[in-house]
């Protein structure tokens, strides 16, 4: 399959096709670090007022993370949701993600059908759903989410550094990385741990 080099707005005119006047990108970010939430994002965007440069948060610098993140909220209907730690610890973090993304798709308002990042379509949402691999590089409404999300888990996770110094989450948002690591073993576990993660685990 040959992807295009910057996402574009073929699925939601698919969509729209089919009869789905309200379709919302959405994705999550957060699944593989050692701390805090997994965050999800859904945005509807309106195809008159897309934001030029949206694509994969991944491949975008944060100040144009930055900037992006802005600008969609001015002009998009946007909605955040989270899992907390112990809600990734009860269901495990796949479904904790299901959960939150679940989450920011109730916080849209009426919606028709979703179109999500993953291979999976979003468990229990009782609305059709749309898996896309690498769906955050192809498609304009999840690249979206994806930049929404990022900034807010790392805003996040930033003030949650403030308050726990030393692990470094203001540079590594919760990931596994040397610093977040020589933090555990000089200061130990604190409550934003995801205590069901492997190496939190065999720490306790």
């Known amino acids: 399959m040959t992807l295009p080099t910057t996402p574009d707005f073929t699925h939601e005119t698919h969509a729209l096709t089919q009869g789905h006047i309200r379709i ?27 934001p030029a440069g949206l694509n994969d948060s991944k491949k975008l ?35 904790a993600s299901h959960l939150a993304m679940r989450r920011a798709v109730a916080g849209l308002g009426p919606v028709c059908c979703v179109l999500v990042d993953g ?30 999300a990022k900034v807010a888990r790392d805003r996040l996770m930033t003030e949650l550094a403030a308050q726990f110094p030393g692990y470094g989450w203001e540079r590594n948002a919760g990931y596994p990385t040397a610093d977040h690591q020589r933090g555990l073993q000089t200061l130990g576990i604190t409550p934003h741990h995801r205590r069901s993660f492997k190496t939190i685990h065999k720490m306790l």
């Open 24 to 50: 919302a990108g959405v994705d999550e970010v957060g699944r593989g670090p050692l701390a805090g939430p997994v965050t999800a994002a859904a945005v509807r965007l309106d195809p008159a007022r897309i």
């Open 61 to 95: 610098t944060a100040a144009r993370r930055l900037a992006l993140e802005a600008e969609i909220w001015a002009v998009a209907e946007v909605s955040v949701a989270h899992a907390s730690v112990e809600e990734i610890d009860e269901l495990n973090i796949l479904w």
């Open 119 to 148: 291979n999976l379509a979003i468990r229990d949402l009782g609305l059709p759903c749309v898996p896309l691999v690498k769906g955050d590089a192809r498609c304009l409404s999840i690249a979206a989410a994806s930049i929404v």
